[in-house]
């Protein structure tokens, strides 16, 4: 009988460890609260919290989910994080002021923009220590993209209202795109052919043609009842099976829904008070969006377009991300 009490108790054990290493969940950094919230992907509530340190914002998972990575902007680096555990594994050197940051697609390296240096740091993610600091990457840079190949970063100068184009073998500046006013983040669409840039206070996105390095359309946005100067262009998610992509509107409290090869609006979806980071599950039914004048996340619904909850997470909810 005790024998077999030993092996039912150990089924039960191993069933939930097996639950917990296959779960998949959302991560929301806090960039007032110092937190990072960890919300399961189902249910939506919260499981844990993690404490950060001084104002985390971007966070990008390496190429197997295995590991989330957090940038904490006062405290000067990037905090790695075990994605089953959900336990701090490290903490890597950044430079000054890290903001927006990304992760080549082999996981070789991690750019990071330092906004009060105006530099872009590249890391060895293999041993964690910086490589390089490349100079006068425009005024106040942010957002920071791979390439698709990995032959090139993009990175937008909010400063110099344009988008700087770095070699990554020679580490060096190869080109600068004119954009839009204060260009905030960016992203690859339609197979690496494009890059899209959100130019916060023009209203606008810009897309420049890859192979041209080149501007070459701009999508204005309007909203009836809402003024001009209210909608601020952040943030991206890329539905790639629906072909659409979806941009956060800042202070509009909207999302719009673009169509990815027509340029066209589609849709202005309402969510929270100045709507900011975005992700989109594996499957593409649900879109999050983080806002960050109302403390919590919208959950939409890709099927229907519209918002079905507002769930509060900390203050001021800058990016999330969510395991696939």
Not at 27 to 46: G, R
Not at 62 to 68: A, H, I, Q, T, V
Request: hydrophobic share 40%; glycine share 6%.
């Amino acid at each position: 009988m005790h024998n077999l009490y030993m092996v039912i108790v150990i089924c039960i054990n191993l069933f939930f460890v097996s639950l917990f290493s296959q779960a998949n969940y959302i991560f929301v950094s806090n960039e007032n609260s110092d937190t990072l919230v960890v919300l399961d992907k189902v249910s939506k509530k919260i499981i844990k919290t993690i404490d950060t340190g001084g104002r985390p914002r971007d966070i990008k998972f390496n190429n197997d989910f295995s590991k989330l990575y957090v940038v904490v902007s006062e405290e000067n680096h990037i905090l790695e994080i075990d994605t089953k555990k959900l336990k701090i594994l490290d903490k890597i050197e950044t430079g000054d002021d890290p903001e927006i940051f990304d992760i080549d697609h082999e996981n070789k390296y991690i750019a990071v923009s330092n906004e009060d240096d105006n530099q872009l740091t590249i890391i060895d993610l293999k041993n964690k220590k910086i490589i390089t600091s490349i100079n006068d990457v425009g005024v106040e840079p942010e957002g920071v993209n791979f390439s698709p190949d990995g032959k090139f970063i993009y990175v937008t100068s909010e400063g110099t209202s344009s988008v700087l184009i770095i070699d990554v073998v020679n580490k060096k500046i190869v080109n600068e795109v004119l954009v839009g006013n204060r260009p905030r983040r960016g992203l690859f669409v339609n197979s690496g052919k494009e890059y899209w840039v959100s130019n916060e206070l023009s209203g606008t996105v810009g897309i420049i043609d890859t192979e041209k390095q080149e501007l070459i359309k701009t999508i204005k946005f309007s909203i009836k009842g809402i003024r001009e100067q209210q909608i601020t262009p952040v943030d991206f998610a890329y539905a790639k099976k629906k072909n659409i992509v979806f941009v956060t509107l800042g202070s509009a409290n909207h999302v719009a829904v673009v169509d990815a090869h027509t340029y066209e609006v589609r849709k202005y979806i309402l969510v929270g008070d100045r709507v900011w980071g975005a992700d989109i599950t594996g499957n593409e039914k649900e879109l999050v969006v983080t806002n960050g004048n109302s403390d919590d996340i919208s959950i939409i619904d890709l099927e229907r377009l519209i918002s079905t909850s507002a769930i509060p997470v900390g203050k001021t909810p800058h990016s999330v991300r969510i395991k696939k």
